[in-house]
Nanobody, 121 residues
Framework: QVQLMESGGGLVQAGGSLRLSCAAS????????MAWYRQAPGKQRDLVAGVTKEGTTHYADSVKGRFTISRDNAENSVYLQMNNLKPEDTAVYYCNAWATPRQTSTLLEVWGQGTLVTIAS
């Protein structure tokens, strides 16, 4: 199986920066698209940014120009650099990946446990 572990959340003041990291572990054959989602209290989980295995990125309109997603295929990791943070960015951030374990050719969607990001005004 494949597991995702996020790190880097915390409390920062508005205008500040945070960098989230997510590392995949387990018996991995290949990881395809990776992404960050977020879920604010009482709201649905929304896509923040995604990156293909080849490095093509896309962003939610609300974070364009402030957030940057990147990945390291050799390390099976994805990152989210968040700058100029706003109180409305407060949410639990989840790492997401589509991966194939070594034991099977089945493509699986995998989620991390989430990391809390709180932006103080």
């Amino acid at each position: 199986q494949v597991q995702l572990m996020e790190s880097g959340g915390g409390l920062v003041q508005a205008g500040g920066s945070l960098r989230l990291s997510c590392a995949a572990s387990g018996s991995i054959f290949s990881i395809y698209n990776m992404a960050w989602y977020r879920q604010a209290p009482g709201k649905q989980r929304d896509l923040v940014a995604g990156v293909t295995k080849e490095g093509t990125t896309h962003y939610a309109d609300s974070v364009k120009g402030r957030f940057t997603i990147s990945r390291d295929n050799a390390e099976n990791s994805v990152y989210l650099q968040m700058n100029n943070l706003k109180p409305e960015d407060t949410a639990v951030y989840y790492c997401n990946a589509w991966a194939t374990p070594r034991q099977t050719s089945t493509l699986l969607e995998v989620w991390g446990q989430g990391t809390l990001v709180t932006i103080a005004s």
